[in-house]
């Protein structure tokens, strides 16, 4: 019998960018399916901790694939964390702690300016929207996410007088920092030429700014490969926004995508929902449901 999952992106795809579930009838929906026979799972870059806290509102049943694919979780097993690079885990989650660190003294050295202000915790769906609703104008926020084991993240906020506003070079500086600072943690660490040690990184320097760095074996890909090869899912559907939900399996992985997605992952969608994010999802589940 045919073995089929479903996994879905948070960010952009069932959150917007205020960090609102605008269709709270997904969970509705999910909750349906799920009592149908349907595997559903979350795929995100967000850490586990992050993941199970939304999988408790928002009934799903199956894996939850974390970190950019670092790491997977299948919640109904007890102790079954595992990681798509086993091997390096342990260096590697020292080696984050070690960037983390150095971002910590070189936040302290950016924040003589009394704008910046600079928080360390575990980043969560409630802070983002804290910060949010309490921001003070004029102040530059920095979170630096101490909940990540195999990726390094801080993200920025700027408020001005009509609301968010792009963070400008400072984000882009900071990108440029975590590249080097993990090149040569990971380069010196793993025997491995710093110079020729690309890690994998995003940034995202417009009303919200995000440094996200990780580990060249990292991919959300390279998760929906476990999944498909080591446990034995014959079929995925991927519901996304952009080409990091991209699974690059065009035999046995079918890509779906909200309306708000980014045109470069559209063009491998066979699905694309006619509504944005949450809304959207709901849409892809449906057209799933009808070409399982």
């Given at each position: ?73 299948f919640p109904e097993l007890q102790n079954s964390l595992e990681s798509t690079h086993m091997l390096l885990s342990t260096r590697i989650s020292l080696g984050f ?160 995508g909200v309306a708000n997605a980014w045109d470069d992952y559209k063009n491998v969608c066979q699905f694309v929902a006619g509504r944005k994010y949450a809304s ?13």
């Amino acid at each position: 019998m045919s073995k089929t999952l479903i996994l879905i992106d948070i960010d952009r795809t069932i959150i917007n960018e205020k960090a609102e579930i605008t269709d709270p009838t997904l969970a509705t929906k999910i909750a349906q399916m799920v009592e149908q026979g349907w595997e559903i799972g979350l795929c995100s870059d967000r850490p586990t901790d992050e993941l199970e806290y939304f999988a408790r509102f928002l009934p799903v049943n199956g894996p939850l694939v974390g970190e950019m694919g670092a790491v997977i979780e299948f919640p109904e097993l007890q102790n079954s964390l595992e990681s798509t690079h086993m091997l390096l885990s342990t260096r590697i989650s020292l080696g984050f702690l070690d960037i983390r660190n150095k971002f910590i003294v070189r936040l302290i050295d950016i924040s003589r300016e009394d704008y910046l202000h600079i928080t360390l915790g575990r980043n969560s769906i409630e802070h983002e929207r804290r910060i949010l609703a309490d921001h003070q104008q004029g102040i530059r926020y920095i979170y630096v996410d101490i909940a990540r084991e195999h990726s390094f993240a801080m993200s920025m906020r700027v408020f001005g007088p009509d609301g968010p506003e792009k963070c400008g070079q400072i984000i882009e500086d900071l990108a440029e920092f975590a590249k080097r600072d993990f090149a040569d943690q990971f380069g010196n660490n793993l025997e491995m030429e710093s110079q020729s040690f690309s890690p994998m990184l995003y940034v995202n320097p417009e009303e919200w700014g995000c440094v996200i760095v990780h580990f060249p074996t990292n991919g959300k890909n390279k998760a929906g490969q476990a999944l498909l090869d080591k446990y034995d899912y014959d079929r995925i559907f991927m519901i996304g926004d952009t080409s990091f939900d991209d699974l690059k399996d065009t035999e046995r992985v079918v890509q779906l995508g909200v309306a708000n997605a980014w045109d470069d992952y559209k063009n491998v969608c066979q699905f694309v929902a006619g509504r944005k994010y949450a809304s959207g999802v709901i849409d892809c589940l449906a057209w799933a449901e009808q070409n399982a």
